[in-house]
């Protein structure tokens, strides 16, 4: 029988560690591919002193034996992606033979940024939050029938298409009142569009079931977080795609039968950039020294990252809708030197106390804490789980019990190699 498709989802509001940890797993698979999101992702690798950071190209790409493969679900910018590759070039000479795209992928079109800005500007103090990268407009106008695929690049009407897009486009940032000035930025737009040219381009579904039939062992990884999904996010300040594991059927081409493990990644604590709800958010100093600690700005737009406890509640939803059966916790060391550490267990509403995401998080007056004591030694070096100070085993422990889901590493540090593999 044929393999099964593992899942690497990030389990909060992004930024768990995804990239790192997909890095870290990648020598045990054969491809890794991503399957949703575009250039607002940010995944970051470390090693050797080197720091990377990837948009649209999947994690396993610093492996000379993998292949990294770019789904369906994907939307690409160009002007983006073309520069990533020469980002990657001198240390990934083999990107170009190890870097598979789908034709289906949609693509970022200049006035697709322009328009994000533009229904941000419009939105005023209720805006999203976006990173600008075009996503929203991108997928609207996927779902609605009109965009331009990467496979569409090289049809000869594939002018017509941008012609006809991009006058639509005009025409609804006019009505914004939005300034466009695009002659540049369509330059440099097609311009980019040639990099295609160098890879080779496929069918998702064709590309991932030769490699099961093959026996080939692969990895999806996600990008954003569950807590951001658009339909089970805290809409409507989420990102535009589907971002738990059924997200990786769609964007892959897959069967819910071929999806394997699911891999739940998420943080000691929580971050979320952006608007939006952040029931466990700490607006207060000890928010600072997190942000500090774990060096919490955005990897794609720099922006300071709203910190706060682990929000327990949100992580077993985000378990539940997922169907996770492993769990990864990073950057357990930022919390090292904190006398106590908190997680939040419950909801508090005006009218009891709940042990779920509620429709409106308005509802949510505060959440309720289970204190743990925090652990006053360096974890930084450890490799084994004998040597974990009992504090960290106590919260690790809790964690276990609370979501009934094991947990197979604890990530230590940025690096490559500072994992305890459980
Ligand atoms: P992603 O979007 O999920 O891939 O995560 P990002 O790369 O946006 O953000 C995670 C940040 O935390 C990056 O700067 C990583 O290098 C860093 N990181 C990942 N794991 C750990 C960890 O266990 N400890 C520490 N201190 N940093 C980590
Ligand atoms: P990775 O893969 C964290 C957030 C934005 C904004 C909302 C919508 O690195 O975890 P969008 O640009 O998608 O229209 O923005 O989603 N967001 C992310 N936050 N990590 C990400 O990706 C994100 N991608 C989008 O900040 O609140
Ligand atoms: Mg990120």
């Not at 406890?309 to 996770?324: E, F, P, S």
């Not at 106390?353 to 925090?374: A, M, V, W």
């Amino acid at each position: 029988m044929a393999g099964k498709v593992d899942v690497l989802i990030g389990l909060q509001w992004g930024d768990e560690g995804k990239g790192k940890i997909v890095d870290c797993l990648s020598p045990q698979y054969n491809v890794i591919a991503r399957f949703q999101g575009g250039p607002n992702a940010g995944h970051t690798l470390e090693f050797e002193g080197k720091k990377f950071v990837l948009h649209t190209i999947p994690s396993g790409i610093f492996q000379q034996n993998v292949l990294n493969f770019v789904g369906n679900g994907i939307v690409v910018d160009p002007v983006v992606f073309k520069q990533e590759i020469i980002n990657l070039e001198p240390n990934c000479p083999w990107i170009y033979k190890n870097l598979i795209i789908s034709r289906h992928a949609h693509i970022i079109l200049p006035t697709h940024r322009l328009l994000d800005a533009a229904y941000e500007q419009a939105k005023g103090a209720h805006k999203i939050g976006s990173t600008l990268k075009g996503i929203g407009p991108a997928y609207t106008d996927k779902i609605s029938r009109q965009g331009i695929r990467v496979g569409d690049l090289f049809r000869s009407n594939f002018k017509d298409l941008y012609k006809n897009l991009v006058a639509k486009h005009l025409s609804l940032l006019k009505l914004l009142n939005f300034d466009t000035k695009i002659s540049d930025l369509e330059q440099e737009f097609f311009d980019a569009c040639e990099i295609f040219k160098k890879f080779q381009l496929t069918d998702s579904n064709i590309f991932i079931q030769e490699q099961l039939s093959k026996n080939k062992k692969i990895l999806a990884e996600g990008a954003q977080g569950s807590m951001l999904d658009i339909d089970f996010g805290s809409y409507p300040y989420v990102t535009s795609s589907n971002t738990i594991s059924p997200g990786a059927s769609i964007g892959l081409g897959i069967s819910p039968q071929q999806i394997g493990n699911v891999i739940g990644i998420f943080k000691a604590y929580c971050t979320r950039v952006g608007n939006g709800p952040f029931p466990t958010e700490l607006n207060d100093n000890t928010g600072e020294i997190l942000r500090k600690l774990g060096h919490e700005f955005g990897s794609t737009t720099g922006r300071p990252r709203r910190c706060g406890w682990l929000d327990l509640v949100a992580l077993k939803y985000a378990i539940q809708i997922n169907g996770v059966n492993q769990l990864i916790i990073t950057k357990s060391d930022v919390l090292t030197n904190f006398d106590e550490i908190k997680v939040a267990v419950e909801y508090k509403t005006k009218y009891s106390n709940i042990q779920h995401i509620p429709f409106n998080f308005d509802e949510i007056t505060e959440p309720i804490y289970k204190s743990f004591k925090g652990w006053k030694t360096n974890i930084k070096n450890i490799k084994q789980k004998e040597q974990i100070p009992q504090e960290l085993l106590t919260f690790i422990n809790f964690i276990e019990d609370y979501s009934k889901i094991p947990i197979k590493i604890i990530s230590v540090g940025p690096d490559r190699n500072e994992n305890i593999w459980i």
